[in-house]
């Protein structure tokens, strides 16, 4: 017997500074539905889906953008998506915000099963931009002044019939979060994004954002014998232009559903979580094949190695 389920990745379009939560939530249980009716069993959004990307400005105190995270998921506002996501029988996966109890501040995800529940939550690892004004940029990348990196790691989780793990935008561009959520068994990786298309420390990467986008999903996918499922909140978001291009990926490294355009739409694909076997039974057999001994370097420094020092 086969294990399928049916997912869809549910883009955004922008949104606007003065928007309110609930309005977003609006949109995001508008989406919900469009999958529902599609025949979704989890529907996927992307990072940061409740806000504006807030850390493209600089705020003298960090707290001045306090009003953008979640002190609880879910919350009075956010409660609609989660009954729901019950009343439909679909689960989802949401990027917010958060801020903890002790003040901590992560760029986070969370995933809920189709009970309306939450399953597990996952605190983004590698923190891209900037921690300092850097006023010289068209637009600030502040996620190192506004999100602390996760204690936590990656973890997977038993659910929706197979083993499924999360990621979140600038995690994607790193081999060792597939290579993880690999070694832990992953079949699915959820990953959201906001990636704007103009790199300031190198503008000449601008016209291959997609081209990288699909690079390392695509890799991280096939590497590893996983799904993948990126998805965007893309177009122009006040002022700032961000990648769309939202797009599910078989273990073969091979794109079998794609957005188009930009804005607020659903791509979904039937990923059958056994076509991972294909992969991790044969080319990817990890016990087979690979020579850990061999790697200790990739965990034991962070940055390239001074080859003068004795080792
Ligand atoms: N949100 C996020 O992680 N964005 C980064 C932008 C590049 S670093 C300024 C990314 O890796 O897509």
């Not at 690979?290 to 390239?304: A, D, K, M, Q």
């Amino acid at each position: 017997m086969t294990r399928e389920i049916h997912v869809g990745a549910a883009q955004l379009g922008p949104i606007a500074r003065d928007e309110s939560r609930s309005e977003v939530v609006d949109r995001l249980i508008a989406l919900l539905r469009e999958g529902s009716e599609r025949g979704c069993r989890l529907v996927v959004f992307p990072e940061l889906a409740l806000t504006t990307f807030f850390p493209r400005w600089w705020t003298e105190d960090p707290a001045g953008h306090d009003h953008f995270y979640e002190r609880e998921m879910p919350s009075a506002t956010t409660q609609p998506l989660f009954d729901e996501a019950r009343r439909l029988g679909v689960g989802f996966c949401l990027g917010y915000a958060e801020l903890t109890a002790d003040g901590h501040r992560y760029n986070t995800y969370v995933l809920v099963g189709v009970d309306g529940s939450i399953i597990g939550r996952y605190r983004k690892v590698h923190i891209p931009g900037h921690d300092a004004h850097e006023p010289w940029r068209p637009f600030q990348h502040l996620e190192r002044r506004y999100f602390e990196e996760s204690p936590d790691g990656f973890a997977v989780h038993d659910a929706f019939g197979g083993v499924v793990g999360m990621a979140l935008c600038n995690d994607r561009r790193w081999p060792e979060t597939y290579r993880v959520l690999g070694l832990l068994g992953v079949e699915l990786v959820l990953i959201g994004y906001n990636t704007p298309l103009h790199y300031a420390p190198d503008p000449d990467q601008n016209p291959l954002q997609s081209f990288h986008n699909n690079l390392v999903m695509a890799s991280g996918a096939y590497q590893n014998g996983t799904w993948v499922v990126g998805v965007a909140k893309g177009g122009v978001e006040e002022g700032v232009e961000s990648l769309s291009h939202s797009q599910i990926i078989a273990p073969s490294g091979q794109v079998v559903a794609q957005a188009t355009v930009s804005g607020d739409l659903i791509i979904s694909a039937v990923c059958d979580l056994d076509l991972c076997r294909h992969y991790k039974e044969t080319l990817f057999d990890f016990a087979r094949y690979r020579r850990p001994e061999h790697y200790g370097l990739i965990s034991s420094t962070r940055g390239v190695v001074d080859r003068s020092e004795p080792r």
